[in-house]
């Protein structure tokens, strides 16, 4: 079982390939607010329901000084498919071999429909100008999470 991150707690850093072929790191990010998803599969039902919950609401979250990036098991091809699909217009990374998610407590057991398995723990964390974690949810709900995320950070 990994161990999930807590206010307070350094952000692990990391740095991914993204769905536009680049890379991003973490601590690149420094000084401003990060919300980092994990999400398990591009382009399936609920994960394109979050994604395209954070791009509609991207406007507010950048406003108020946040950045949004999510990461999950997928290729960079498949992101890049879903990111033309559904215009998602913040990054989205790779982590096929599950490091990061492992590192931030989004990667462990899961019950999905009365089966466990081991696989994402779809997770939100939000990341402070100094690289420590501002507020962490784990086993959140694909539909609904960006407006919860909006009310708990105080965005309109």
Not at 7 to 31: E, K, M, N, Q, Y
Not at 76 to 84: C, G, P, S
Not at 132 to 154: C, F, I, M, P, S
Request: proline share 6%; hydrophobic share 40%; net charge negative.
């Amino acid at each position: 079982m990994t161990t999930r991150l807590a206010v307070g707690d350094p952000a692990p850093d990391f740095t991914l390939p993204t769905a536009d072929g680049d890379s991003l790191t973490l601590s690149d990010l420094r000084g401003r607010h990060v919300v980092v998803y994990f999400y398990p599969a591009a382009m399936t039902p609920g994960c394109t329901t979050q994604a395209c919950d954070f791009r509609n609401s991207l406007d507010a979250l950048n406003s108020q000084g946040y950045r949004v990036v999510g990461i999950s098991p997928d290729t960079v091809e498949d992101l890049a498919k879903f990111v033309a699909r559904d215009q998602i217009p913040y990054p989205l990374l790779s982590d096929v071999d599950h490091k990061v998610l492992e590192q931030w407590g989004a990667w462990g057991e899961r019950t999905i429909y009365g089966k466990t398995i081991t696989g994402v723990i779809r997770s939100t964390v939000v990341v402070d100008p100094e690289g420590k974690v501002e507020l962490a949810q784990y086993n959140v709900k694909a539909t609904g999470h960006v407006a919860k995320l909006r009310r708990d950070l105080r965005i309109a």
